[in-house]
């Protein structure tokens, strides 16, 4: 048997279809399992040990163009898949699905291109978490009954292993506790108040602790107005990796650290699947979809009424505006940081058990005042 899984969506998406990947092996170890995604984000999947075949995208290069993408089609056309599942409602991975040829084809769709699938499914995140409702998918569509649920994975070469560890050994010294920073996020309703994070490293800064600011290229700019704004932004416990790392080496160098303070965002995505404790901040995306995927990580919710949105830019203007996460204090998020900083004694990431199972994390909802 040939499959064929596709998504196509942005870091943390796809990050969220590897559950289905080690199910779909656990219910056919013999089958030939292919993976079609998008080529930048390659380090995340291609190492995965649940399928055979990584198929590559280049959707915002040459395979855009429309004679290429057709050229592209037909390149899948001619693996002969037997079931395709697609994981992506949009058009694109729609179109791919739909023309691959394969003898069933099942997941979510656009209109139009629903006709040439066998069952179409309705994605299900806004109540639900994205890969229960991927889960659905299999049981429903595919009707495999054995969910092997092993949590988020991505896996590293240990070649990049030795490269993370050895930058990690050079920046800071030995038996350091490091806290990850990643501040931006694809939506600006996602990002956490730069001068709050700047408070939050200066604190951890002040009791010993390392801060490593982490994110790609685009978060540049935000990261170094958020240094700015620190008073102990010339410690040589700050270090600023924002844009020099691939994805692959940030998942290696999390292993070295003790905790992950991070917005709603992709390389929360790649901390749950390396195992580190997580403090998140969430104000317009929905909790029941998207929430760290690991009974380890805390998550704190707005105590806006008008959470979740689903808004990338805030219609409020004035104080009001971003008042999701103007209303996330410093204070609380520090006691959650100290709480999982206490509870796993500063061990790094790579040297906590994994408890195969448990992904449900705490949600703190701020506007139940017991929490605070």
Known sequence: MRILVINLMHLGDLMLVTPVLRTLRTNFPDAHIALLADKKLADLVQYNKHIDDCILIDKKGEDDKLFNFIKFIFKIRAEKFDLAINLHRNERASALAAFSGAKKIVGYSKPGFSLFFDKVMPNLKAVKHQIHSHFDVLREACGITKIDDGGLEMEITEETSKTADKIFAENFPPDTKVVAFNIGASWLTKRWLDEYFAECADNLINRGSGVAFLGGPMDREIVEECVKKMYRKDSELLKIFTGKFSLAVVAGFLDNCVLFLTTDSG?????????????????????????????????????EPCHPCGKHICPKSGAENLACMKKIPVEVVMKYVNELLEKYEGMPAKKIPRIYGEYQCRVIDLSDKSFL
């Open 267 to 303: 390389p929360m995505h790649i901390g749950v699947a390396r195992n580190i404790p997580i403090v998140t901040m969430f104000g317009a995306s929905p909790v029941p979809g998207f929430y760290p995927y690991d009974a380890k990580d805390i998550l704190i919710k707005t105590p």
